[in-house]
């Protein structure tokens, strides 16, 4: 970015900053405005009541309900950042949320381990320099470092060296070109699906199946899930098919009830997965749902059980409703580097994948594992997570992406 295109930049992000504020002020008196008109009407019920003593005013007046924006941090450079993004992006300035300020910022925060010593490490090696082939060997190493994968660093590495060939790289040029090397490789799975972005169909039933070993997240994920598509009024439903660990049905109902989405599970012990599916599925055609969501039980991927027991949900599904649109979502633990690129490999194998979700990529140093699941796996990144909140959860953009695993500071 050049100065003048930064300057605008922070000019854009004051101004988008400034709209925010205003737009929080005004919500603030419309909600005290309600509050106020709130107590007058239960003043004026009770002066009625105590007159006549009989009986209440049987429709109340309908309140209008103001959604409320979580509260606007600083103007600091984490918003600038944001803002700066966004606006990259073709955003305007009046349609940004805070919401979007708020992941963004997380999400930078979070790819902080991923890039120190990275990008960090890069500049302060090239300085002003020109890259050069010992440069891209440094390089080689840092992409291998933060978990890249071999594949995709030999991809990367040999196009620099390509360009190097042609023509002088700089240092700022080098990283241009590097984060789109790699937004081609994580764009490139997702390009082939067919599908940029993964919401449910209008019209028909859509079934998320939420798979992955022991603990990456999925019960959390399943969680934000329900309250991204819940907010975006799907009709949403859960089934609880993770029938193996004894929590897990309480875990989800906590999560159905922040979202306001129901639960169908079979409290018996040893009730069988498929059977909890088969009554969601009852019940999500029923209510006419739009999106049932699947939490299901994880064990290690190389236990035969766990993929028999994945099949058999697959075919009461495709014998219930054979017209669903059936997501088979892989969750991944970032900060299992390498060892959840095995994982990756083994359920593709055996598991019929559709797509990849990361999570925990708030604080790991191994977010460069995204682009080897694309690479080797050939998954596209349908969400990602970054922390343990109910927003933490977004559909995956590798724009964002890109730029936050490589922002320079
Ligand atoms: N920091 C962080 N923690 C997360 C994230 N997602 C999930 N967790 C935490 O990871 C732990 C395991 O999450 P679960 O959702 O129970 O994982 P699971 O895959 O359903 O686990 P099993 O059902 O036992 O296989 C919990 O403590 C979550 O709060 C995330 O994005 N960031
Ligand atoms: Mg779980």
């Given at each position: ?6 300057d ?5 992000a ?6 925010l504020?205003k ?36 429709n109340?007046?309908e309140q ?8 606007l941090?600083e103007?600091d ?11 990259a ?12 300020i ?13 890039r ?86 209008k ?7 939420l ?13 934000k ?28 109902k ?34 006419n ?10 064990r ?10 994945l099949?058999?949900?697959k ?14 979502l892989l969750?991944?633990d ?20 559709s ?8 604080g ?16 596209p ?13 977004r ?11 490589l922002?320079?500071?």
């Amino acid at each position: 970015m050049t100065k003048t295109d930064s300057d605008n930049s922070r000019e854009w992000a004051a101004q988008a900053y400034a709209l925010l504020k205003k737009r929080q002020e005004e919500q603030k008196q419309e909600l005290q405005k309600q509050e106020e008109q709130k107590q007058e009407l239960q003043k004026q019920e009770e002066q009625k009541q105590g007159l006549t003593n009989i009986t209440r005013t049987e429709n109340p007046p309908e309140q209008t309900k103001t959604i409320v924006e979580p509260e606007l941090g600083e103007f600091d450079d984490n918003f600038t950042w944001s803002a700066m993004v966004l606006a990259a992006q073709g955003k305007n300035i009046n349609q940004i949320s805070i919401d979007e300020i708020n992941w963004l910022t997380k999400l930078r925060r979070g790819l902080e381990e991923t890039r120190k010593g990275f990008v960090t490490e890069l500049l302060d090696k090239l300085g002003d320099d020109p890259l050069t082939p010992e440069s891209l060997d440094d390089l080689e190493t840092l992409l291998i470092r933060a978990d890249v994968g071999i594949g995709s660093t030999d991809k990367v590495i040999s196009s620099l060296r390509k360009k190097l060939n042609e023509e002088v790289v700089g240092g700022e040029a080098g990283i241009k070109f590097l984060k789109n090397q790699l937004k081609i490789i994580i764009d490139k799975p997702i390009k082939n699906s067919g599908t940029d972005l993964l919401v449910p169909q209008k019209g028909k039933l859509n079934v998320w199946l939420l798979v992955g070993v022991n603990g990456v997240g999925k019960t959390t994920t399943l969680g934000k899930l329900a309250y991204l598509s819940s907010r975006s009024n799907y009709k949403t439903l859960i089934a609880a098919a993770d029938t193996f660990r004894a929590a897990a049905v309480e875990q989800l109902k906590v999560w159905g009830e922040r979202s306001n989405v129901d639960v169908i599970s079979n409290q018996s012990k040893n009730a069988d997965p498929a059977a909890v599916v088969f009554d969601a599925i009852n019940s999500a055609k029923k209510r006419n749902v739009d999106l049932l969501l699947v939490d299901t039980a994880g064990r290690l991927q190389t236990k035969n059980n766990l993929m028999d027991e994945l099949a058999k949900i697959k075919k009461i599904i495709d014998k219930k409703v054979p017209d669903a649109n059936v997501e088979s979502l892989l969750v991944l633990d970032a900060s299992q580097g390498q060892n959840g690129l095995k994982q990756a490999k083994s359920f593709a194998k055996s598991a019929n994948l559709s797509g990849a979700i990361i999570t925990k990529l708030d604080g790991t140093s191994r977010g460069g594992v995204s682009l080897a699941v694309s690479d080797e796996v050939n998954l596209p990144i349908r969400f990602i997570g970054a922390g343990e909140g109910i927003k933490d959860l977004r559909p995956f953009n590798s724009y964002e992406f890109v730029e936050a695993m490589l922002a320079d500071k």
